[in-house]
């Protein structure tokens, strides 16, 4: 096995260290904003990055990131795992049994919010493709992409304003969460498919790829919960806790990650379904969850964040027109697809408005699909800058949106 | 509160049992009592019926028996519709086999879709003890304070001794990782605000019920509510579960088993689905 040399090993311990600190420094400012930590985990990318360090002092930016392709090599590893563990635990978070609980209102909700902004994100791409910035490759392809892109809610970001509103266990609450969660799945079931397509290993025809990721989602939500339930008393009993679990759940994480990568359809996908298996399990404690819940979110998911604003120039690759494009079609998409889910499920006119802003906030999973059609050569630079913009600019305005909706008199 | 007392038969081994549990409630309750039974009359099962009944002391109280043919749940519900019967009893097996519970046992498929409260009793004695230990579900449901107040009556009439109304912290591990955003004061309060929310509701059902006579103690669980119930019954050897009922089942959510189903596919204990 090769090994990293010793000055290599120093700028990777650098590297980690940088991107952690100062993604604590901007989450603990974000938060002081009431903004969702990942804001500001972004926003210390940025700075770290090319946009502003790379600015100022472009000396220390090429000796901390640009120096050792060997210790950039091994960062890229612990990002790759970084981005499945995120997955992970975006599938735990999801719990079918509420949503089943929630049913016909949820299912309206996430639906309508999941087909309007789906169809805006499709259409305007596949009519203007060049403003859009389509790099090479397939139009439709391109569209569905954007399309997806626009679609998923960001659950923790919105489990977060409602528990700071006070809203979380009202049936509003927990429609707006259950939604999220219907949209988590159905959005990374549609981008599994584009993924395998634009994949280098994608030598399936469109029918086997869908075949496949569908019978593998049956599968994990039926008779892989049935098995979990049945190992996770015995680990619970016979092994140390929560040592076992987490290494064994981290274990199976990578495991399942590995065969979907096998399969065609990407990574992320296997991690994300085991993720909801072992969230819906009934013997997966909650005290156990937190705890996956926590490392995950304060390790590795701020090196996830800040290595986007290091890989890209935001300020070279800013837009302005695509960046406005980009945001007026999400928003239009998602207020008033969720909206009018809302009001067929028989919200009042203001709370289907609260419950569209809700659905607004976008964040993590965008920037992973981002990326990921990025790294495949489907969308550019100046496209992926717009999408995380946009996301930041959902999440952040998410919150306030629904006070201000709720606040309103009733209409 | 229970002014017709149905009990559904069906000739097994248990069904002595049952009678003997069905008139102990019908005195509790001073009800009339209605037998329901789903198969062709005949002469040897009435002389043995009217048997059982003399040997339970049922003779001199007036005891309606109904004899139906055709589906077995459906015709149980169809007599209770026509009786106006209040609250339904029948013998339940703890678990069914899979194939059974997939396609639907009689029991269950009564508890889904009753339109009057129900009690199935999994181990039916000959000699009757009471429930003496009652578990209440107390999770947020919009039926909850019908099940609270109806469970408190319940056990008051029944002379039961403990009371444990369980109530459970929606998605807590997710709650509390978005809380673990702020400072550890921080966290502790949003920790404690959680449990406190959830005996705060409770609570203030509570507060407009009659309570004498009895010992009331609010517990507070993280998880899904369903499963949590059922692990807090087998843990306390509890003698009766009182829960409502959300909305009509169907065969998906079996498939995906969520709150009413997760308990019906292992019943802790004796159950009183209030409607």
Redesign the interface.
Known sequence: MESLEHKEVINLLLQLAAMLLSARVF?EIA?KFKQ??VVGEILAGIVLGPTILGMISPDSFTYLFQSNPSANLALDGIVQMAVILLLFIAGL?V????V??Q?KSAINISLMGLVVPFVLGFTFPYFFPTFFGLADGDKILFSLFMGTAMSITAL?VV??IL?DMNL??TKMG?VI?AGAMVNDIIGWLIFSVILSFMGKSGNLSLMSTIGITLLFTVFM??LGKGLLNRVLPWINKNLAWPGGLLSLSMAFCFLLAAFTEWLGIHAIFGAFLFGVALGDS?HL??????II??FI??IFAPLFFVSIGLKINFFTNFDLWLVLAIIVISFAGKIIGSGFGALRSGFAKKDAMAIGFGMNARGAMEIILGLIALDNGLINETLFVALVVMALVTSMTSGPLMKWSLRKSPG | MYQKIALAIAFSPRMEALIAEAKRLIEIFESELVLIHVGLKQPELEAKLSEILEAKGLKTTPVKTIWKEGKPAKMILQACEEEKVDLLMLGALKKEGIFTYYLGSVARKVIRKAHCSVLTLIDPQATPTKFSKVVINGTQLEVTPKVIAQGLKFCQAEGAQQIHILNEIKLYGLQMATAGEGSEDEVNLTRRKLVQDEIKYVQEILDGLDQSGLKINIKVTAGKWAIELVRYCEAINADILVMGDEHGYTFIDRLFPHDLEEILSDLPCNLLIVK
Do not use: C, I, Y
């Not at chain 1, 719990?95 to 509420?98: A, D």
């Not at chain 1, 404690?285 to 937190?290: G, I, L, V």
């Open positions: 989450a938060q969702p930590a978070e719990e079918l049994h509420l089943w609980a049913g923790p489990v977060r528990m979380f266990k927990m969460v939500l039926t009934d404690s909650e005290k156990a969850k937190e819940h926590q979110n304060n």
